[in-house]
């Protein structure tokens, strides 16, 4: 027996997410995608400004090759090693995003596939000390990686990332190490009933990509915003997110107990 895991966002509107067996991964993405067009047509946003991420952690490889089949090329993996397992086994086509907390002694590991080409970006920077890492080993094997700085945006103990006020200084001494380029700022919003509770993290957020874009640091872009999941990314669009990490609406709920 599988666990269900339902949350009231989901529920809320209308939509029933289950892991029973049901699910249609590419009338799934069509739908995400649809809403997210219309979000960025109410707010006079371009639809090009906003791309979706297929969160694809604890979903099988197949599960992938189903949402690729259906035109979808961007995913998100949370780790090294998932990530690893699955490349093998796909389309080399295929735009990866790492988007859970990386452990140093991954760094390695992560980097070689973005030399390699295979991983795009890394969105969960969240300490100086990652960043050095990463630097360090992006000069060792002779690329660059792009990355995201994580904001831990409501200050949550439970949670990674750098706090609001720390952001900028942050991204000042990051901007300084070799082989990374810091592209925009990340942040995982609080848990949450009510979406519209978040839409002021995600207002936050941008304030602080913009505040941040308006020092013009030396090897630092802002026109990156990683935020919004599935239960609250019409209001992280609204907001002004660029990229939206959508797992379960489009795999179904996570089977944690496997
Ligand atoms: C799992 C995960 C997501 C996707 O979450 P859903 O609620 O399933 O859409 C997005 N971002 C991060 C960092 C995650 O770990």
């Not at 995982?188 to 957020?205: D, L, S």
């Amino acid at each position: 027996m599988t666990e269900l895991r339902l949350t009231a966002p989901m529920l809320q509107r209308g939509r029933l997410y289950t892991d029973m067996g049901d699910i249609n991964i590419a009338e799934n993405i069509n739908q995400i995608n649809g809403r997210i067009e219309s979000v960025c047509t109410k707010n006079g946003r371009d639809i090009s400004s906003v791309k979706l991420i297929a969160v694809s952690k604890m979903n099988p490889a197949q599960a992938v090759r189903e949402a690729y089949d259906a035109g979808q090329r961007m995913f998100g993996e949370n780790k090294v090693q998932e990530l690893e397992e699955k490349l093998p086994k796909l389309p080399e086509d295929i735009e990866w995003h790492l988007i859970g907390h990386l452990q140093t002694n991954k760094v390695k590991k992560a980097v070689a596939l973005i030399k390699q080409g295979s991983l795009k970006m890394i969105h969960s920077v969240d300490s100086l000390k990652l960043a050095e890492c990463i630097s360090k080993e992006a000069c060792l094997q002779n690329c660059t990686a792009e990355i995201l700085l994580e904001v831990n945006i409501a200050a949550e103990e439970s949670k990674y990332g750098f706090l609001p006020d720390k952001v900028s200084e942050a991204a000042v001494e990051i901007s300084g190490l070799k082989g990374i380029r810091i592209r925009g700022l990340m942040c995982v919003a609080p848990f949450t009933e009510n979406p519209e509770t978040n839409r002021f993290h995600f207002a936050k957020m941008k304030e602080l990509s913009v505040d941040i874009a308006s020092q013009n640091i030396d090897n630092v872009s802002m026109d990156v915003l990683s935020m919004g999941m599935t239960g609250d990314f019409e209001i992280a669009v609204e907001e002004g997110a660029t990229l939206v990490r959508v797992g379960t609406a489009i795999f179904g709920a996570r089977n944690y107990t496997r």
